[in-house]
């Protein structure tokens, strides 16, 4: 069975930074791509950025420059490194990945306020 562990996530101020963390219980190197998504209260989950096993990144427009994802397969970890933070990033964002299956972790809480 696949786990997802996000962590990272927290309160920070308009303009800030914050690293999140997504720990899988197998190797990385399994998924071609690995996803993160986020989530606000009564809507759909968002993607926000996905990285392929390649190292080839996309992102949604609304993140393109402030955020960045990476891997890193001696560490089963997927990053998403999230720069000029706005109010409208706050969500619980979510790592993704398929194999066979899709696998979700539990989320991790972000909250962008003054």
């Known amino acids: 069975q696949v786990q997802l562990v996000e962590s990272g996530g927290g309160l920070v101020q308009p303009g800030g930074s914050l690293r999140l963390y997504c720990a899988a219980s197998?190797?990385?190197?399994?998924?071609?791509?690995l996803r993160w998504y986020r989530q606000t209260p009564g809507k759909q989950r968002e993607l926000v950025a996905l990285?392929?096993?390649?190292?080839?990144?996309n992102y949604a427009d609304s993140v393109k420059g402030r955020f960045t994802i990476s891997r890193d397969s001696t560490k089963n970890t997927v990053y998403l490194q999230m720069n000029k933070l706005k109010p409208e990033d706050t969500a619980v964002y979510y790592c993704n990945a398929y194999q066979g299956a899709q696998y979700w972790g539990q989320g991790t809480q972000v909250t962008v306020s003054s």
């Open positions: 990285i392929a096993s390649g190292g080839t990144t």
């Open positions: 197998i190797s990385i190197s399994n998924f071609n791509t």
